[in-house]
């Protein structure tokens, strides 16, 4: 399956931002997806997956409560609403697809495919 992350800009802080990922060459709906990040410097990490319903979401605790991430299955797409943006949420944003089989998982490597970043600005 392949991936295309769009959406991501330069924003105020507090401001907000949606990004989204398209899905094509494979069966979206078999596919739980979560969003990354990795801001310079630092190492990837983790900030929201999404089970294949979308009955399930988890969040990394820095964005609990100001990001949210739904699907669109009809669409083969995924979203990632930021809110609330802070300087410390600039980094390059990736979504990833992994076969959903029951669990939420966090890190890269129980992830399967990968689309290219998109990159999230929030300054001044």
């Known amino acids: 399956v392949q991936l295309q992350a769009s959406g991501g800009g330069s924003v105020q802080p507090g401001g907000s931002l949606r990004l989204s990922c398209t899905a094509s060459?494979?069966?979206?709906?078999?596919?739980?997806m979560g969003w990354f990040r990795q801001a310079p410097g630092k190492e990837r990490e983790f900030v929201a997956g999404i089970s294949w319903s979308g009955g399930s979401t988890w969040y990394a605790d820095s964005v609990k409560g100001r990001f949210t991430i739904f699907r669109d299955n009809a669409e083969n797409t995924v979203y990632l609403y930021m809110s609330s943006l802070q300087a410390e949420d600039t980094a390059v944003y990736s979504c990833a697809a992994a076969y959903d089989t029951g669990s939420s998982p966090r890190r890269p490597y129980e992830y399967n495919y990968w689309g290219q970043g998109t990159l999230v600005t929030v300054s001044s």
């Open positions: 060459g494979g069966t979206f709906s078999n596919y739980l």
